[in-house]
């Protein structure tokens, strides 16, 4: 079981993309989603966050620009990005919390992370 990131690519200052998270097991609506980004050098970061009930939430300079989504028939989870700066450049991986672990997204509770998918915005 593992969820799977895609989508990403070389866009323009200013342009968008969508990435895509398609989880390969069961449940899927039972789970928490969660959008990270690693720039080189840095940290991994919480990007934005999806819960069971689709609320949302987003952090850093991801609100305005960015928006999460789900789709339970097709256990896919999406991360639209508008207007992307230089500094969104990274490496971006989804990934999931279930109710055993408190729905909880935050980056250090994290495990069992899949390859990414890079963005890379020239200016």
């Known amino acids: 079981v593992q969820l799977q990131a895609s989508g990403g690519g070389l866009v323009q200052a200013g342009g968008s993309l969508r990435l895509s998270c398609v989880y390969s097991?069961?449940?899927?609506?039972?789970?928490?989603i969660g959008w990270y980004r690693q720039a080189p050098g840095q940290q991994r970061e919480i990007v934005a966050g999806i819960s069971v009930g689709d609320s949302t939430n987003y952090y850093r300079s991801a609100a305005g620009r960015f928006t999460i989504s789900r789709d339970n028939a097709k256990n896919t989870a999406y991360l639209q990005m508008h207007n992307l700066k230089p500094e969104d450049t990274a490496v971006y991986y989804c990934?999931?919390?279930?109710?055993?672990?408190?729905?909880?997204?935050?980056?250090?509770?994290?495990?069992?992370w899949g390859n990414g998918t890079q963005v890379t915005v020239s200016s």
């Open positions: 097991g069961s449940a899927f609506s039972r789970l928490a």
């Open positions: 990934n999931a919390a279930n109710e055993r672990e408190g729905w909880d997204l935050d980056v250090d509770g994290m495990r069992n």
